[in-house]
């Protein structure tokens, strides 16, 4: 079967297109920048090949998306999501709690960093938000008057687990203290999980959850750095039984 013909998924984020290829359990994943807002998305391959997709961010108008093959929260089976929640949150938490068998903690570090905590029956039991590395960075540059505007590939990549923690340069003082802040804060909410809920697993996901991963190392016996979180649990979706409904059934 050639790459064209395999099935294909969406989700859309708040800065990014992430897409996958394949069935859920051997999927080939990467993103790309969305389309210009306003502009017409283009059909392609990929798009005439889209089983099902899901979108955190806008939608641009386009013959590509298909509103019928859109999973909308209410189709995630979380228990006790509250109408607020994000698709993308429902997502990585129902994923994360069916692979686990138990309670779950997923850490999805993209645009912001999410925590959303799912209890041992399935149900979502809260969570919290930040500010993800590179809304930090901009915040910084943005909000003071000397602090410089980095790039975001300062924030990323293999050198921010081998970064002094008290750089003297102002550029490394604030990578420094951004990806330590981070850090902590999935080390402490792992903590509090698993005090609220025993045997919590955490599960790590979104564009920086590799750097933070390795971060952890040994610290993180009992979790999981799944980078296609997301879109794995929207193809699992679809190929459980929603595949019918998403080609017949109306937009909701």
Do not use: Y
């Not at 099935?7 to 394949?22: E, P, T």
């Not at 790309?32 to 306003?38: F, H, I, R, T």
């Not at 850090?183 to 996901?205: F, K």
């Amino acid at each position: 079967m050639k790459a064209s013909d395999a099935a294909h998924w969406l989700l859309i984020g708040n800065s990014r297109w992430h897409w996958a290829r394949g069935e859920p359990d051997s999927l080939v994943c990467w993103s790309q920048p969305p389309p210009v807002l306003g502009a017409e998305v283009k059909p392609a391959d990929h798009l005439s090949s889209l089983r099902a997709w899901a979108a955190v961010g806008a939608v641009p108008p386009g013959p590509g998306l298909d509103p019928r093959r859109r999973i909308r929260l209410e189709r995630v089976p979380l228990h006790g999501t509250p109408a607020w929640l994000g698709i993308d949150r429902a997502l990585v938490g129902w994923q994360a709690w069916r692979c686990s068998g138990s309670a779950a903690l997923v850490a999805d570090a993209g645009t912001a960093l999410s925590f959303t905590l799912v209890d041992a029956r399935g149900r979502f039991d809260g969570g919290r938000i930040q500010a993800g590395f590179a809304l930090q960075l901009r915040a910084l540059a943005s909000g003071t008057a000397r602090l410089p505007a980095l790039s975001v590939d300062v924030a990323s990549g293999p050198g921010l687990t081998g970064l002094d923690p008290w750089p003297s340069a102002t550029a490394d003082a604030m990578v420094a203290g951004v990806s330590e802040g981070l850090v902590a804060s999935v080390r402490h909410a792992w903590r509090q999980a698993r005090q609220r809920h025993d045997g919590c697993r955490l599960w790590i996901t979104g564009g920086d959850g590799a750097w933070i991963a390795e971060r952890l190392g040994t610290e993180r016996p009992g979790s999981v750095h799944r980078p296609d979180l997301a879109l794995r649990a929207l193809a699992c979706l679809a190929c459980q039984g929603l595949e019918a409904e998403l080609s017949s059934g109306p937009d909701r």
